[in-house]
């Protein structure tokens, strides 16, 4: 089975401050982590895909198989990047039917 | 390329009242999905589909219908609304390679559904 922890529901920091939205998941495969986001009453947009080991945004995350975590980091936050945001899991495999299991999602606040 | 499609935007149902959510992709995916956004809760699957004619349930399928007729409609069907299905409904669609990554999905706009 496939599930993705997000902690925190809420988390609020200042602009210029160093923000990190975790994310640990379950899965017996190899899978595939994702970070969505969703800006106030738009549709959800891939933000990032750990396979693609990118920066979007100035947004980076790393994929720790050891920790099972894909936290999403930024040095210094910006009031646009507050938003909703969720972390993603998909099985890798056509038996997994690449079916997306989200995480709860954490409201990001970015204070001026 | 308009990419996935949602009608209606919004709409207010009453109980015991039927309707279909439209989602129509001009991208060629072969995968498509429903899911159903509440406060706190995330997103959790409806139903899904691999291709033209095939649909499978998803985590929260009960009182909901689809069809898969075609490659670029997936409509999603209410048959007797109820107060628990409000809820802000997303449509996606993916193309994964076969034993390769997954593209990620593209997802709708989103239609807000509220049954009283």
């Known amino acids: 089975a496939q599930r993705v922890t997000q902690p925190e529901k809420l988390l609020s920091v200042f602009k210029g401050a160093p923000v990190e939205l975790k994310c640990n998941y379950s899965y017996s495969g190899s899978p595939e982590l994702f970070w969505y986001v969703q800006y106030s009453r738009q549709r959800l947009q891939l933000l990032l895909r750990h396979i693609s080991r990118e920066s979007i945004k100035g947004f980076t995350a790393d994929l720790n198989k050891g920790e099972t975590s894909f936290h999403l980091k930024k040095p210094f936050a910006q009031e646009e990047d507050s938003a909703m945001y969720y972390c993603a899991l998909s099985g890798n495999s056509g038996g997994s039917n690449y079916k997306l299991t989200f995480g709860k999602g954490t409201l990001l606040t970015v204070n001026p | 390329n308009a990419g996935v499609t949602q009608t209606p935007k919004f709409r207010i149902l009453k109980i015991g009242q039927s309707m279909t959510l439209q989602c129509t992709q001009d991208?060629?995916?072969?995968?498509m999905y429903w899911y159903r956004q509440d406060p706190g809760m995330g997103l959790k699957l409806i139903y899904y589909?691999?291709?033209?004619?095939?649909?499978d349930k998803g985590e929260v399928p009960n009182g909901y219908n689809v069809s898969r007729s075609t490659t670029e409609d997936f409509p999603l069907r209410l048959e007797l609304a109820a107060p628990s299905q409000t809820s802000v409904y997303f449509c996606?669609?993916?193309?994964?390679?076969?034993?390769?990554?997954?593209?990620?999905?593209?997802f709708g706009s989103g239609t807000r559904l509220t049954v009283v």
């Open positions: 996606a669609s993916s193309y994964p390679f076969s034993g390769g990554p997954s593209s990620g999905y593209t």
């Open positions: 991208m060629n995916h072969n995968y």
């Open positions: 589909s691999v291709g033209a004619g095939i649909t």
